[in-house]
Protein backbone atom coordinates (compact mmCIF):
# COMPACT_ATOMS: atom_id res chain seq x y z
CA UNK A 1 0.00 0.00 0.00
CA UNK A 2 1.05 3.64 -0.75
CA UNK A 3 1.88 5.24 2.58
CA UNK A 4 0.48 8.60 1.16
CA UNK A 5 -2.42 6.96 0.71
CA UNK A 6 -3.92 7.76 4.08
CA UNK A 7 -3.55 11.39 3.17
CA UNK A 8 -6.48 12.40 1.92
CA UNK A 9 -8.83 11.26 4.57
CA UNK A 10 -8.43 11.02 8.91
CA UNK A 11 -8.00 7.53 9.64
CA UNK A 12 -10.71 6.17 12.45
CA UNK A 13 -10.05 3.01 14.12
CA UNK A 14 -12.53 1.86 17.08
CA UNK A 15 -11.75 -1.62 18.53
CA UNK A 16 -14.29 -2.81 20.94
CA UNK A 17 -14.11 -3.85 24.10
CA UNK A 18 -13.01 -7.74 25.31
CA UNK A 19 -11.71 -7.75 20.91
CA UNK A 20 -8.15 -7.53 20.17
CA UNK A 21 -6.70 -4.68 18.13
CA UNK A 22 -5.17 -5.90 14.97
CA UNK A 23 -1.59 -5.78 14.84
CA UNK A 24 -1.38 -3.21 12.53
CA UNK A 25 1.49 -0.67 12.06
CA UNK A 26 0.68 2.68 10.43
CA UNK A 27 3.05 5.79 10.46
CA UNK A 28 2.63 8.99 8.97
CA UNK A 29 5.97 11.69 7.42
CA UNK A 30 7.68 13.91 9.72
CA UNK A 31 8.29 17.66 8.01
CA UNK A 32 11.02 19.36 6.39
CA UNK A 33 10.97 22.93 5.23
CA UNK A 34 12.05 24.39 2.07
CA UNK A 35 11.86 28.19 0.92
CA UNK A 36 10.26 29.92 -2.21
CA UNK A 37 12.12 32.97 -3.27
CA UNK A 38 11.29 36.18 -4.91
CA UNK A 39 13.26 38.59 -5.54
CA UNK A 40 12.77 41.94 -7.67
CA UNK A 41 15.47 44.81 -8.09
CA UNK A 42 14.17 47.68 -9.89
CA UNK A 43 17.12 50.08 -11.96
CA UNK A 44 16.50 53.43 -12.69
CA UNK A 45 18.81 56.87 -13.58
CA UNK A 46 19.40 60.13 -11.87
CA UNK A 47 20.38 63.13 -14.45
CA UNK A 48 23.66 62.80 -12.74
CA UNK A 49 24.02 59.08 -14.20
CA UNK A 50 24.18 57.35 -10.97
CA UNK A 51 22.00 54.34 -10.41
CA UNK A 52 19.89 53.85 -8.14
CA UNK A 53 18.82 50.15 -6.99
CA UNK A 54 15.03 49.37 -5.02
CA UNK A 55 14.91 45.46 -4.29
CA UNK A 56 12.76 43.58 -2.36
CA UNK A 57 12.89 40.30 -1.31
CA UNK A 58 10.30 37.46 0.08
CA UNK A 59 11.30 34.09 1.46
CA UNK A 60 8.44 32.25 2.39
CA UNK A 61 8.50 28.73 4.02
CA UNK A 62 6.77 25.55 2.60
CA UNK A 63 6.49 22.30 4.16
CA UNK A 64 6.84 18.92 2.71
CA UNK A 65 7.29 15.40 3.94
CA UNK A 66 10.74 14.09 5.07
CA UNK A 67 11.52 10.76 6.75
CA UNK A 68 8.29 7.79 7.46
CA UNK A 69 7.76 7.00 10.80
CA UNK A 70 6.04 4.06 12.01
CA UNK A 71 3.47 3.79 14.43
CA UNK A 72 1.58 0.51 15.86
CA UNK A 73 -1.42 0.19 16.57
CA UNK A 74 -1.29 -3.22 18.82
CA UNK A 75 0.02 -1.34 21.71
CA UNK A 76 -3.02 0.81 23.00
CA UNK A 77 -5.00 -2.40 23.53
CA UNK A 78 -6.26 -2.16 27.41
CA UNK A 79 -8.33 -4.47 29.46
CA UNK A 80 -11.72 -4.24 29.18
CA UNK A 81 -12.06 -1.01 26.94
CA UNK A 82 -13.05 0.24 23.63
CA UNK A 83 -9.49 1.64 21.84
CA UNK A 84 -10.26 4.46 19.49
CA UNK A 85 -7.59 6.38 17.55
CA UNK A 86 -7.71 9.17 14.59
CA UNK A 87 -5.18 10.16 12.60
CA UNK A 88 -5.57 13.42 10.64
CA UNK A 89 -2.93 13.74 7.78
CA UNK A 90 -1.40 16.53 5.29
CA UNK A 91 -1.87 15.66 1.75
CA UNK A 92 1.13 14.45 1.22
CA UNK A 93 0.84 12.20 4.74
CA UNK A 94 2.74 14.57 7.24
CA UNK A 95 0.63 14.18 10.63
CA UNK A 96 -1.64 16.88 11.31
CA UNK A 97 -3.84 15.72 14.53
CA UNK A 98 -4.69 12.80 16.50
CA UNK A 99 -8.05 12.77 18.07
CA UNK A 100 -8.67 16.43 17.31
CA UNK A 101 -10.26 18.55 14.44
CA UNK A 102 -7.85 21.18 13.71
CA UNK A 103 -9.16 24.82 13.51
CA UNK A 104 -6.67 25.98 10.88
CA UNK A 105 -5.50 29.10 10.51
CA UNK A 106 -6.79 30.87 7.12
CA UNK A 107 -5.93 27.53 5.24
CA UNK A 108 -2.79 27.33 6.68
CA UNK A 109 -1.28 31.26 5.51
CA UNK A 110 -0.08 30.96 9.02
CA UNK A 111 2.95 28.62 8.45
CA UNK A 112 4.71 29.07 11.91
CA UNK A 113 7.34 31.59 10.89
CA UNK A 114 9.46 32.68 13.62
CA UNK A 115 10.17 35.73 12.93
CA UNK A 116 9.00 38.39 10.08
CA UNK A 117 9.89 35.89 7.16
CA UNK A 118 8.50 38.09 4.15
CA UNK A 119 9.53 40.99 2.03
CA UNK A 120 12.37 42.60 2.95
CA UNK A 121 13.64 46.12 1.10
CA UNK A 122 16.51 47.77 0.14
CA UNK A 123 17.89 51.04 -1.24
CA UNK A 124 21.13 51.70 -2.72
CA UNK A 125 23.15 52.93 -5.64
CA UNK A 126 24.91 49.81 -7.95
CA UNK A 127 28.26 50.77 -6.39
CA UNK A 128 27.12 50.35 -2.91
CA UNK A 129 26.34 54.06 -2.54
CA UNK A 130 25.88 55.38 -5.72
CA UNK A 131 28.28 58.62 -5.64
CA UNK A 132 30.13 57.00 -8.76
CA UNK A 133 28.25 57.83 -12.26
CA UNK A 134 27.62 54.70 -14.51
CA UNK A 135 27.12 56.02 -17.98
CA UNK A 136 27.00 52.85 -19.70
CA UNK A 137 24.35 51.33 -17.28
CA UNK A 138 22.52 54.08 -17.62
CA UNK A 139 22.29 53.94 -21.48
CA UNK A 140 21.55 50.44 -21.16
CA UNK A 141 18.67 51.14 -18.78
CA UNK A 142 16.62 53.75 -21.02
CA UNK A 143 16.97 52.08 -23.82
CA UNK A 144 15.87 48.72 -21.74
CA UNK A 145 13.04 50.95 -19.97
CA UNK A 146 12.41 53.80 -22.46
CA UNK A 147 13.52 56.16 -20.06
CA UNK A 148 11.36 54.07 -17.41
CA UNK A 149 12.67 52.32 -14.50
CA UNK A 150 13.54 48.47 -15.46
CA UNK A 151 12.36 46.11 -13.18
CA UNK A 152 14.51 42.38 -13.29
CA UNK A 153 12.36 39.17 -11.22
CA UNK A 154 14.18 36.12 -10.03
CA UNK A 155 12.77 33.16 -8.78
CA UNK A 156 13.54 29.93 -7.25
CA UNK A 157 10.95 27.55 -5.76
CA UNK A 158 11.62 24.94 -3.10
CA UNK A 159 15.47 26.55 -2.38
CA UNK A 160 17.11 23.35 0.10
CA UNK A 161 17.65 24.78 3.90
CA UNK A 162 21.00 22.90 4.60
CA UNK A 163 23.87 25.41 5.08
CA UNK A 164 25.40 26.58 1.82
CA UNK A 165 24.84 29.45 -0.79
CA UNK A 166 22.24 29.16 -4.05
CA UNK A 167 21.65 31.42 -6.90
CA UNK A 168 18.55 32.54 -7.89
CA UNK A 169 17.75 32.13 -11.31
CA UNK A 170 16.12 34.83 -13.31
CA UNK A 171 12.82 34.38 -13.65
CA UNK A 172 11.22 34.27 -17.29
CA UNK A 173 10.43 37.51 -18.91
CA UNK A 174 13.74 39.08 -17.04
CA UNK A 175 16.09 37.18 -19.47
CA UNK A 176 17.33 39.82 -21.50
CA UNK A 177 17.11 42.74 -18.99
CA UNK A 178 19.62 40.25 -16.91
CA UNK A 179 21.56 39.73 -20.23
CA UNK A 180 22.26 43.39 -21.12
CA UNK A 181 22.92 44.73 -17.19
CA UNK A 182 24.57 41.42 -15.65
CA UNK A 183 28.41 43.46 -16.14
CA UNK A 184 26.84 46.11 -13.99
CA UNK A 185 24.35 44.26 -11.57
CA UNK A 186 25.51 40.94 -11.02
CA UNK A 187 23.33 37.89 -9.87
CA UNK A 188 21.07 37.46 -6.78
CA UNK A 189 22.16 34.67 -4.44
CA UNK A 190 20.80 33.26 -0.96
CA UNK A 191 23.07 31.90 1.76
CA UNK A 192 21.50 29.49 4.17
CA UNK A 193 22.55 28.94 7.84
CA UNK A 194 21.27 26.00 9.98
CA UNK A 195 20.49 26.70 13.79
CA UNK A 196 19.14 23.54 16.27
CA UNK A 197 16.72 24.50 18.81
CA UNK A 198 17.86 26.30 21.52
CA UNK A 199 16.90 23.78 24.50
CA UNK A 200 14.33 20.15 24.73
CA UNK A 201 11.10 21.78 26.40
CA UNK A 202 9.83 18.64 26.26
CA UNK A 203 9.13 16.37 29.32
CA UNK A 204 11.33 13.11 29.45
CA UNK A 205 9.05 9.99 29.20
CA UNK A 206 9.89 7.49 32.22
CA UNK A 207 12.35 4.41 31.11
CA UNK A 208 10.02 1.49 30.70
CA UNK A 209 6.63 3.08 30.31
CA UNK A 210 4.72 0.59 28.35
CA UNK A 211 2.64 3.43 25.85
CA UNK A 212 2.48 3.70 22.45
CA UNK A 213 4.52 6.52 21.46
CA UNK A 214 4.72 9.27 18.78
CA UNK A 215 8.07 10.36 17.52
CA UNK A 216 7.90 14.32 16.94
CA UNK A 217 10.65 17.00 16.97
CA UNK A 218 11.31 20.39 18.33
CA UNK A 219 11.97 22.18 15.05
CA UNK A 220 15.08 23.82 14.28
CA UNK A 221 15.33 27.22 11.83
CA UNK A 222 17.35 28.48 8.95
CA UNK A 223 18.38 32.05 8.32
CA UNK A 224 17.97 32.77 4.71
CA UNK A 225 20.12 35.93 3.59
CA UNK A 226 19.90 37.19 0.11
CA UNK A 227 22.82 38.43 -1.79
CA UNK A 228 22.90 40.92 -4.77
CA UNK A 229 25.88 40.80 -6.98
CA UNK A 230 26.89 38.04 -6.11
CA UNK A 231 26.91 35.57 -3.37
CA UNK A 232 29.85 37.52 -1.49
CA UNK A 233 27.58 40.80 -2.57
CA UNK A 234 25.59 42.96 -0.09
CA UNK A 235 23.47 41.52 2.14
CA UNK A 236 20.12 42.15 2.78
CA UNK A 237 18.91 41.27 6.35
CA UNK A 238 18.34 37.43 7.35
CA UNK A 239 15.03 36.07 7.05
CA UNK A 240 14.56 33.00 9.83
CA UNK A 241 12.46 29.84 9.16
CA UNK A 242 11.15 27.13 11.27
CA UNK A 243 13.40 24.28 9.69
CA UNK A 244 11.78 20.95 11.39
CA UNK A 245 15.01 18.93 9.88
CA UNK A 246 17.44 20.90 12.17
CA UNK A 247 15.09 20.46 15.35
CA UNK A 248 15.89 17.71 18.25
CA UNK A 249 13.19 14.87 17.98
CA UNK A 250 11.48 13.75 21.03
CA UNK A 251 9.04 11.39 21.97
CA UNK A 252 5.13 12.03 23.29
CA UNK A 253 3.25 8.82 24.66
CA UNK A 254 -0.55 7.37 23.93
CA UNK A 255 -2.05 6.84 27.18
CA UNK A 256 -3.50 3.14 26.54
CA UNK A 257 -7.14 2.51 27.21
CA UNK A 258 -8.36 2.38 30.84
CA UNK A 259 -10.83 -0.42 32.11
CA UNK A 260 -12.61 2.08 33.71
CA UNK A 261 -13.65 5.41 33.30
CA UNK A 262 -11.96 7.70 29.73
CA UNK A 263 -9.02 8.37 28.91
CA UNK A 264 -8.32 11.02 25.99
CA UNK A 265 -5.67 12.05 24.33
CA UNK A 266 -5.64 14.89 21.58
CA UNK A 267 -2.93 16.37 19.54
CA UNK A 268 -2.78 19.04 16.60
CA UNK A 269 0.21 19.90 14.75
CA UNK A 270 1.43 22.95 12.38
CA UNK A 271 2.41 22.12 8.85
CA UNK A 272 6.12 22.84 10.44
CA UNK A 273 4.92 20.47 12.79
CA UNK A 274 5.21 22.42 15.47
CA UNK A 275 2.47 21.34 18.30
CA UNK A 276 0.11 23.82 18.39
CA UNK A 277 -1.95 22.45 20.94
CA UNK A 278 -1.57 18.36 23.03
CA UNK A 279 -4.71 17.46 24.98
CA UNK A 280 -4.37 15.20 28.15
CA UNK A 281 -7.63 14.27 29.58
CA UNK A 282 -8.82 11.50 32.33
CA UNK A 283 -12.66 11.08 33.52
CA UNK A 284 -12.48 8.26 36.71
CA UNK A 285 -16.13 7.47 36.22
CA UNK A 286 -17.06 9.16 39.60
CA UNK A 287 -15.69 12.02 39.83
CA UNK A 288 -14.29 14.33 36.61
CA UNK A 289 -10.15 15.42 36.31
CA UNK A 290 -9.47 17.11 33.37
CA UNK A 291 -6.17 18.29 32.48
CA UNK A 292 -5.33 20.42 29.19
CA UNK A 293 -2.01 21.79 28.11
CA UNK A 294 -1.69 24.03 25.22
CA UNK A 295 1.80 24.13 24.00
CA UNK A 296 2.91 26.50 21.11
CA UNK A 297 6.34 27.37 21.41
CA UNK A 298 6.56 30.70 21.44
CA UNK A 299 9.37 31.71 19.90
CA UNK A 300 7.23 29.84 16.51
CA UNK A 301 4.26 31.43 17.00
CA UNK A 302 4.60 34.43 14.07
CA UNK A 303 2.06 36.69 13.07
CA UNK A 304 -1.48 36.00 12.92
CA UNK A 305 -3.03 34.24 9.70
CA UNK A 306 -4.92 38.05 9.49
CA UNK A 307 -1.76 39.71 9.34
CA UNK A 308 0.01 36.91 6.96
CA UNK A 309 -3.16 37.08 4.38
CA UNK A 310 -2.68 41.12 4.73
CA UNK A 311 1.21 40.95 3.78
CA UNK A 312 0.68 38.63 0.93
CA UNK A 313 -2.28 40.61 -0.19
CA UNK A 314 0.51 43.80 -0.22
CA UNK A 315 3.03 41.82 -2.05
CA UNK A 316 1.95 42.97 -5.60
CA UNK A 317 1.09 46.50 -4.27
CA UNK A 318 4.81 47.45 -2.97
CA UNK A 319 6.44 45.83 -5.99
CA UNK A 320 4.21 48.01 -8.20
CA UNK A 321 5.13 50.79 -5.89
CA UNK A 322 9.11 49.92 -6.50
CA UNK A 323 9.04 51.86 -10.03
CA UNK A 324 7.43 54.75 -8.63
CA UNK A 325 9.77 55.29 -5.32
CA UNK A 326 13.01 54.39 -7.90
CA UNK A 327 11.84 57.04 -10.30
CA UNK A 328 11.42 60.08 -7.31
CA UNK A 329 14.34 58.75 -6.03
CA UNK A 330 15.62 59.71 -9.22
CA UNK A 331 14.26 62.75 -10.14
CA UNK A 332 12.75 64.27 -6.64
CA UNK A 333 11.34 67.15 -8.01
CA UNK A 334 8.89 65.30 -10.72
CA UNK A 335 7.97 62.75 -8.38
CA UNK A 336 4.15 62.13 -8.54
Not at 40 to 51: A, G, L, S, Y
Not at 245 to 254: N, S, V
Not at 290 to 297: D, F, G, H, K, R
Amino acid sequence: MNKCALASVPLLLLFAACASTPDVTLGYFHAKAVADVSVTRTFVCNKKKHVIEVITAEVQPRYVADTWHPLSIKTLDGSMADTSLTLGYYADGRLKTVNAEATGQGGEILKAVASAAGSLFSIHGIDGGGAAPHPVACNVIDQLGDKKPVAIVYKMQGLPLGDGTANIPVAPGSEASQTKLNSFVGSVCASVTSKKPAANTWPKIAEGDPSPKLELRQPGSADVVIHRNGCNGPALPAQTIVAPQHGQTFYLPIPRARAFGKQVFALELAESGVITKVQYAKDTGATQGLSVVNAVLPEFQGNTAAEKAKASNDRADEIAANARLAKCLADPTNCK
